[in-house]
């Protein structure tokens, strides 16, 4: 076990090789356990084939696409020891994306799965046939036990690519070293009171930096034992809990409501959890999950990018993503960098001036922190205009300094020349007591700007009425005047990246030219009525007789 006492990490490589006379557990995985040491024996394993199989290759790049099952921890702690760089694939891509997302990072050699290895079959990855290792999900004969693993690896070198969520454009490539992740894992692990006794259980991918940055670092940082489930489930969430008697674990984006909208029992608080660490969730949902299952929920804001920390403290109002780290400068700015007004709220915490307060977050005090996307230029200078970090997220900001979340960058829209977010009025929608998550994005309006559109999925035996939901959107005080929904599509289930995050990028592009329902409220109408056929025609009409059909799906115009 390490010494209490030694300086911090230099690398992930030292933490790992720091447990590897560690008998305590260090992973889960449904029957199956690991302590610290055999996970460590298990990673220099692998380290070996790794230097084998890479030799001098720059850059040794090593995809791993595979769901979140033992090999996946083993071949990182791999990387960590091997000077390696891990890039995360993301396996709910498909064809041509999967195919260029192994290409551009320049993988020399793919870790996957015969599932894996079906969907890479077909592509043209730029990876000879001979440099894909074939894994299975639990590995057999135990690696022998390690007394000094060899780390050939140092603070700056690469050990991450981890691709973001893509919710409203292409994923990049966020580049992480073994010393960055090294001092996440250590100072989250303090920040965020990981225990030696903790279980953390991990839902969310390992190729997301969530799982990573959040959960595995910190945890192995504390000694803390991992236990993973191959893929995010709603429905198998709590009996996961009691399995592995899980302590702790993370989520992002609408996590938390799809478990919520699973049956609720009498004993859903008889569980062994104390604290979930996440971002965006909603603050009903938060409430909600605390009460139904006597949990702990602390929400921070961050990126795999690093380049701003918003933190919860004990003072953190309701809803709001907590302060900027003491002599952190983090502003809310607009698009010339001027600062925008502090957020007003009235009795009832609700917004008053959004059109005001809205903003990006902005981390004035510089970019140290980040430290680039792979082979992107133009995204790095996106982000670092200025001198400043720009996160690419809408936020506000009162005049105590706390911070609120907007959505992300791409959810501006522009209604009669109004600009507003997508966030605020998608947390108003949810305060419906039918609706379950919400997402809102622009269609194009025949004339100039944007329409309103929203895609809603409703709880279970729920049923859409056009009046009641007109009538109820006019009694909810914040709504803007703007605001507003003109179209709402009915889906089944929203679509989501494989971290749970809403992504509106199919929603924007199919507009109303959709399989699902859609409700069209004209302007001044007081109901929202079904468009069918005939009117969807008569949108797209109206939209080439203005001279904007091309906004809409090619092969949906006429």
Excluded at 102 to 116: I, K, M, P
Excluded at 445 to 474: H, I
Excluded at 507 to 513: D, I, M, Q, S
Aim: hydrophobic fraction near 40%.
């Amino acid at each position: 076990m390490p010494d209490p006492t030694d300086p911090p990490a230099q690398t992930v490589g030292h933490l790992l090789a720091a447990r590897r006379h560690d008998d305590a557990p260090g992973l889960l995985f449904e029957d199956r356990s690991w302590s610290w040491a055999e996970v460590v024996a298990e990673s220099d394993r692998r380290a070996g084939l790794l230097r084998r199989r890479l030799g001098t290759t720059t850059p040794p790049h090593v995809g791993v696409l595979l769901d979140n099952v033992p090999e996946y921890l083993f071949w990182l702690g791999g990387a960590a020891l091997a000077g390696a760089c891990v890039v995360g694939v993301n396996p709910t891509r498909r064809g041509a994306e999967l195919a260029r997302d192994v290409r551009f990072t320049d993988c020399r050699l793919l870790v996957t799965d015969d599932a894996g290895a079906a969907l890479l079959d077909p592509l043209d990855t730029g990876v000879p046939e001979d440099a894909l290792v074939r894994v299975t999900d639990v590995p057999g004969d135990p690696a022998p036990l390690v007394d000094d693993p060899v780390i050939d690896a140092r603070p700056e070198d690469l050990l991450l690519l981890l691709f973001t969520s893509g919710t409203t454009g292409a994923p990049k490539a966020v580049r992480c070293t073994q010393g960055r992740l090294a001092a996440i894992g250590e100072r989250a692990g303090a920040l965020y009171d990981f225990r030696r006794d903790d279980v953390c259980y991990c839902p969310m991918p390992l190729f997301h930096g969530n799982a990573v940055m959040a959960l595995w670092a910190p945890a192995l940082a504390a000694g803390a034992a991992v236990a993973l489930t191959r893929r995010f489930s709603a429905s198998g969430f709590l009996s996961d809990v009691r399995h592995h008697r899980a302590t702790r674990f993370t989520y992002v984006g609408k996590a938390l409501a799809y478990v919520l909208a699973t049956p609720e029992r009498g004993d859903d608080a008889d569980n062994t959890l104390r604290i979930g660490f996440g971002t965006e969730a909603s603050a009903p949902d938060r409430d909600a999950f605390a009460r139904r299952f006597g949990c702990t929920l602390v929400e921070g804001y961050g990126s795999s990018e690093g380049g701003v920390a918003i933190n919860v403290t004990t003072d953190t109002p309701p809803g709001s993503l907590g302060k900027a780290p003491p002599g952190v400068d983090v502003a809310v700015c607009r698009d010339d960098g001027t600062v925008c007004a502090p957020a007003r709220f009235d009795t009832s915490g609700r917004l008053l001036n959004a059109a005001d307060a809205i903003g990006e977050i902005v981390n004035r005090s510089g970019v140290q922190g980040f430290e680039g996307y792979y082979g992107n230029n133009e995204a790095d200078s996106a982000r670092t205009r200025g001198g400043w970090y720009w996160t690419g997220d809408l936020g506000y900001r009162d005049e105590a300094g706390f911070f609120y979340f907007a959505g992300r960058g791409g959810d501006w829209l522009r209604v009669d020349s109004e600009n507003f977010a997508a966030a605020p009025i998608e947390r108003i929608l949810e305060r419906h007591p039918d609706v379950a998550a919400a997402a809102v994005y622009p269609v194009p309006d025949p004339r100039t700007g944007d329409r309103v559109m929203a895609a809603l999925q409703l709880r279970p035996g729920a049923a859409f009425d056009g009046a009641s939901f007109a009538a109820w959107l006019s009694d909810q005080p914040d709504l803007g005047t703007k605001w507003a929904p003109g179209l709402v599509r009915l889906c089944p289930a929203l679509p989501l990246t494989a971290t749970g995050k809403i992504t509106k990028t199919t929603l924007r592009a199919e507009a109303w030219e959709c399989e699902d329902p859609v409700y069209l409220r004209p302007p001044r109408a007081t109901a929202y009525a079904p468009l069918d056929a005939d009117g969807r025609a008569a949108l797209r009409a109206e939209l080439e007789r203005h001279g904007r059909g091309a906004l809409l799906p090619a092969t949906r115009r006429p």
